[in-house]
Structure formats: C-alpha cells, structure tokens
C-alpha cells in the first residue's frame, strides 16, 4: 500500500474518514471490510475514504494521537469522531445514520473543499504544528541515515588501515619463512635441517590462519554492521567442537609455553546454534586469551550447565585485565583498550562475538581483575531450541 491512498469522492464529498492502518494480514482483512460497508451504505458517493499506513506517515499518527490500528477518525463535518476497536465494518454501520443526519444539517460546502490533506490542513490553525511534526520525523530519519552513513564510511577507513598496518606483520613473518626455506632448498646439501624446516612450516601456517582469521571478522562484521545476523542452527555437541577448535592453537600454545586447563563435562547436553558462527566466538577468546596470556601462563576453558534451557562457556586467562570502568565498551565495535593502540588487531573481534551470541538468544559478559586476569563468558541455548516468540 502507498503512504495514502483516497476513495471515492476525494474532491467535495460532504463526509471526510481518514483511516489508519497498518501491513498486518488482519489489518488488511479488516480494510476490505471497511471499504464494502461504505460502498454499500453510500452507493459510492458522497463520501471520500483516506488511509494512512502509520509506518510510513508517523507524523500524522502523532498528530491525531493513534494508539492503535486500525483507527477510523471523521474529520469533516466537524467535529471529529474517532473509531477504534474490534470490527469497525460493524460500528459504521451503527453510525451511518447519525453521520448522514450531520452532514444533512450542515451549511452549504463551498466549491473548493478539495482533498483530506489541502482542506483539513488549510482549514486547521495548527497546520504549521503538523507541518513542523513532519519535517521533524524526515530530518530524524535524515540524521539517522547520515549516521549510517558515517558508520560505514569510519569502518571502511578502519579496514583501509587494517589492511595497510595490521595485516603487514603476518604478511611479512609468512614470506620471511617462505624466503629461508627457499634458500635452505637452494643449498647444496644431501641432508636438510628438518627442525629448521619443521618451525618455519609452522610459522608459515601459523600466520597464515591468523590472516585467515583477521580477514573472516572483517567480512563478517561489515556484512552484518547494519543487518542482523542470519543464523543456521542445528544440533551440537559443544564438548567436541571446544575440543576440536583448542586443536587449531596447538602451535600458539607451543610457542608461548602455555599451558590450558578444560572442564569439559560429559553429560552437557547438545546444544542448538550455528556450529559455524559458535567456532568463530570460541576462536576470538581463545586467541585473545593466549594472546593476553604472558609466556608459560595458563589458559583455562569449562562449559557449566546451568539451567535446563542454558549451557555456560567460560574463556580465563590470567593476562593484565581490564579496566572496571570499559568492561561494557570492549564489545564494541572498533574498541580498543589504550594499552592495546599499538598492538596489532583491529577491535572488532568482541563486537562480533556478542552479535553472534545475542542472534542465538544468550549473553556474554565478562569478569577481570586488574593485574590478575579476565574471565570471558557466554551462555547458549540447550536442545530443543528456545524461540523468542514462545
């Protein structure tokens, strides 16, 4: 349907309805029975039939104080007569009478009546309060518009300097592993230093996949910066996919001498999400969680069953902490604690966790101490899958 639509008669019917509607199935089943109880009771004439879809004209739904739809106002003969409630096909015809009975009995209407919005408008000395509630409603949506704008602009800007700064170390460690192995092959030796080998492999890969990971949040968080989430889900088994994504850091682990302790129950039941989007929150705490760590510290990882609907993954690490005062912005887009300026990484890792968890209808919040470590958590809906329409 249009912003407004206007029936029968618009240019000098002696009875001026404005109805405001919405874009429900029942709200348009309702319509159509309005429209054959006036064409019914008029002929077809002497009336004239304006609807306004409230979404699309909010500033006219402020103005005449609509509560609820559908909503059929009598604005013209004064004064004015609203119907609301259930089934007003049957309360038009209640008054039909009565409305013919004032139209008959009002003086006689001059040649320029016109339409709903040049009569009423004209006529009505709060025209420019109308006028002022429109242009109000559009500058909001202008600004709000501007704003997304800007949003969009500042995090293309952000992944210009990722791509220029962020992702120029990995680059340069995998060719730097690339160029020794190159020139150990070129060598003329029978025999190859196959640690040497084996480490710049691993470096290589290592490297790699963190471009990998760097690059798959970048997507995911532009993609879904205006937009919700789009979510698969299914049954998991959340022990086996914490076990199957702590394998992808052996190397990590390997390479800071860190240690990870798991509590990982065998009763947990499964779990109804999108395996894929869960493995992308498990590996940004995890990676934040040995990258935060200091050599030869300790990673902890435990699922908690917490309720019959709630399953409760906790991430601690026992790095610098964060600030009481910034614990709600770190999950923030493109937020950075001050101390991480300089570091590599792009912020956007944590924002990107909670739209994940919030899609799936769970939390995460975390719990730090300064100087002694954070503690990341995150809760999860068990099988069968709590909808939030139920």
Sequence with gaps: MEDSQIYS?????????????????KTKEELRRIRATLEHLSGGQGYSLQEVNVAREPHLTEYYRVIATPTLIRIVPSPRQVLAGADLAIQIEHWWPSWQEV???????????????????????????????????????????????????????????ILAHDLRNPLTAVWLAIDTLNLHLQEDSEEYNRPLMNQLFSQARRQINQIEHMITDLLETGHSSNTRLIIAPSQVDLVSLCRDTLGKFQEQLQAKSQTIETDLPSDIPLVYVD????????????????????????????????????????????????????????????????????????????????????????????????????????????????????
């Design 9 to 25: 008669n618009p240019q000098n019917a002696p009875l001026q309805l404005l109805l405001f509607v919405d874009d429900r199935f």
């Design 103 to 161: 139209v008959n009995n009002q003086a006689e209407w001059p040649d320029d009546i016109g339409s709903f919005s040049e009569r009423e408008f004209n006529r009505n000395p709060d025209f420019a309060a109308i006028q002022s509630l429109r242009l109000s409603d559009e500058i909001f949506q202008l600004k709000q518009e501007n704003a997304n704008l800007k949003s969009q602009i500042l995090f293309k800007d952000r992944v210009i300097t």
């Design 275 to 390: 395996q894929e989007r869960i493995q992308q929150v498990l590996m940004n705490l995890i990676g934040n969680a040995i990258k935060y760590t200091p050599n030869a510290g300790k990673i902890q990882l435990s699922i908690l069953h917490r309720t019959t609907q709630k399953v409760q993954v906790s991430i601690c690490d026992n790095g610098p902490g964060i600030p009481d005062h910034q614990r709600e912005d770190i999950f923030q887009d493109a937020f950075r604690l001050e101390r991480d300026v300089e570091e590599d990484g792009y912020g956007i890792g944590l924002g990107l966790c909670q739209k994940i968890v919030q899609a799936h209808y769970g939390k995460i919040w975390v719990d730090s101490v300064l100087g002694q470590g954070s503690c990341f958590h995150f809760t999860l809906p068990t099988y069968p899958y709590p909808y939030a329409n139920e």
